[in-house]
């Protein structure tokens, strides 16, 4: 199973920050059900969010951006996203002035802009936050969440990408890993998940654990 979210009913998955800085990693598998517009898949953010690390898909490309009160930087990798069909999103954070983004795999764009998000303290999966307010919702389904306190390498990103688990990765790094199988828990910190406005099981992408 995966959960299920309905971009119309503003549905996530929500809990306190497991990272609030660099360096970090964050990695899911997202199955969207159209390519039209942005769909969040994660976000690390502030309050309001007006700072933050952001995971999204954009059409057929996957793009993250780092924000922070000054400006952001984006990079992004077309991927040839599909509508009902699982793909792999990864986000590694190397330094205020490097960071990375890998889509099923391969490498895309790399950053070495500085940019250093503060007062990072909340952590949602399928969506976005601003203002207060709820943004740029997922339309589809969302499984295999993890965060690391590290940057991953290309290895282990490849070895995620091909449906290796994510506690089988840097375990020691670990700091964040909800599967989204049935149960709403971080099975990294053994907190659970706030389920907002209703998301639902679903199908599961294949993993090996």
């Not at 360096?23 to 199955?31: D, E, H, K, S, V």
């Not at 990408?161 to 994510?166: E, K, L, N, P, V």
Request: net charge neutral.
């Amino acid at each position: 199973m995966s959960y299920a979210f309905a971009g119309a009913s503003n549905q996530y998955l929500t809990c306190a920050a497991p990272v609030t800085g660099n360096p970090m990693t964050m990695a899911a598998w997202f199955r969207p059900d159209n390519v039209t517009g942005n769909k969040t898949i994660l976000t690390l953010g502030t309050g309001d969010n007006a700072q933050r690390y952001w995971l999204y898909n954009s059409g057929t490309t996957i793009v993250y951006e780092a924000r922070d009160s000054v400006s952001f930087s984006q990079i992004s990798i077309a991927s040839n996203v599909q509508a009902n069909t699982w793909h792999h999103a990864c986000a590694v954070e190397i330094a205020v002035a490097g960071r990375r983004i890998y889509g099923n795999g391969t490498l895309g764009s790399t950053s070495s802009a500085v940019r250093n998000p503060t007062s990072v303290d909340e952590f949602y999966i399928g969506i976005d936050r601003l203002n207060s307010g709820f943004q740029l919702p997922m339309t589809g389904q969302i499984a295999e969440v993890g965060v690391w306190n590290t940057a991953l390498t290309i290895d282990d990103v490849r070895s995620l990408s091909q449906g290796i688990a994510c506690r089988l990765v840097r375990p020691q790094n670990l700091v964040f890993y909800a599967p989204l199988i049935r149960d709403l828990n971080d099975l990294a910190r053994g907190v659970a998940l706030t389920n907002g406005n209703g998301a639902t099981v679903q199908i599961h992408p294949r993993i090996y654990s």
